[in-house]
Nanobody
Framework: QVQLVESGGGLVQSGGSLRLSCAAS????????MGWYRQAPGKEREFIAR????????NYADSVKGRFTISRDNAKNTMYMQMDSLKPEDTAVYYC??????????WGQGTQVTVSS
């Protein structure tokens, strides 16, 4: 069982920055991959970014590529996402996601990000 707690969301103006954190209750050494998804009102949850267990491989959705940076600190059992040049269309609830090497997925409770124009 892995519990995930996101933090760092909030209200920011267009062009601003936020840094999201996802703290895991257990060691994330057994985690195969970690990532972020988001869900805007009336829309399906969409993939944003993911990072491998080593941290050497990252993938991003085209909509955030070049603006968002995902990272992880295994010693702190924490994953981060630095979000720069935020746009109103980035407004959504952001969810932390992990997949263990067993194939089991866990999700955080979500953190709201609101970007005003």
């Amino acid at each position: 069982q892995v519990q995930l707690v996101e933090s760092g969301g909030g209200l920011v103006q267009s062009g601003g920055s936020l840094r999201l954190s996802c703290a895991a209750s257990n060691s994330i050494g057994s985690v195969y991959v970690m990532g972020w998804y988001r869900q805007a009102p009336g829309k399906e949850r969409e993939f944003i970014a993911r990072i491998s267990s080593s941290g050497r491989t990252t993938n991003y959705a085209d909509s955030v590529k070049g603006r968002f940076t995902i990272s992880r600190d295994n010693a702190k059992n924490t994953m981060y996402m630095q979000m720069d040049s935020l746009k109103p269309e980035d407004t959504a609830v952001y969810y932390c996601w992990v997949r263990l090497i067993t194939g089991i997925d866990y999700w955080g409770q979500g953190t709201q990000v609101t970007v005003s124009s």
